[in-house]
């Protein structure tokens, strides 16, 4: 049971252009929604978080959004550039824990 | 800056060997997780620990046991190892202080189960 989905599990975007990676979720009771990214032969890193009474966050090129009503978020990366080529994680917390999704990768050509 | 620290890197095991992987942390965290990442699963949690001297399971918990003697390190088993359990592991820790705050994650230990 994927209590957390991502559904892409690959994009390709030039740089400069906009990159939206999405993710959709069952549980109502997550409180905290993170996206994590993760480079090769890394662990995942923390780049962007909003809780769940909020409907956006934005941090520098990165923003999140939130639609509770459909269980859905989406990260927003403007302008991409390559080093943004990853993989990133959506993830939701409830109960001291996190629920990952599958991971999407994102390539950012020049 | 050392964070999250995990050895080994990478381990070859045969079937039916026993292995430890050790996890430390220098952050003073309260809480400490084991995961484990496979192609196409994401994150999954094994176990993971609330504070010094207590542990509790994950989501994929058979097969492995943890220990947390000292609050900076978390220790992951494999008592007779599986091919199953061929995967990248991967420690991570968060602090008690605020809300939500963000797990902060090893490099990841690479193991091979023949």
């Known amino acids: 049971d994927q209590q957390v989905k991502q559904n892409s599990p690959s994009l390709s975007v030039q740089e400069g252009r906009i990159s939206i990676l999405n993710c959709d979720y069952t549980?109502?009771?997550?409180?905290?929604f993170l996206w994590y990214k993760k480079y090769p032969a890394e662990g995942p890193t923390f780049l962007i978080s909003?809780?769940?009474?909020?409907d956006k966050n934005e941090d520098g090129r990165f923003t999140v959004f939130l639609n509770k009503s459909a269980k859905h978020l989406s990260l927003h990366i403007v302008p991409s550039q390559p080093g943004d080529s990853a993989v990133y994680f959506c993830a939701a917390t409830g109960f001291q824990k996190l629920v990952f999704g599958t991971g999407t990768r994102l390539l950012v050509s020049p | 800056n050392a964070g999250v620290t995990q050895t080994p890197k990478f381990r070859v095991l045969k079937t039916g060997q026993s292995m430890t992987l050790l996890c430390a942390q220098d952050m003073n965290h309260e809480y400490m997780y084991w995961y484990r990442q496979d192609p196409g699963m994401g994150l999954r949690l094994i176990h993971y620990?609330?504070?010094?001297?207590?542990?509790a399971k994950g989501e994929v918990p058979d097969g492995y046991n943890v220990s947390r003697l000292k609050k900076q390190n978390f220790l992951l088993g494999l008592e007779s190892a599986a091919p199953s359990q061929t995967s990248v592991y991967f420690c991570?820790?968060?602090?008690?202080?605020?809300?939500?705050?963000?797990?902060?994650f090893g490099d990841g230990t690479r193991l091979s189960i023949l």
């Open positions: 991570a820790s968060r602090a008690v202080e605020g809300l939500n705050q963000p797990q902060h």
């Open positions: 620990s609330v504070g010094e001297g207590t542990t």
């Open positions: 909003i809780s769940s009474i909020k």
């Open positions: 549980n109502s009771m997550f409180d905290y």
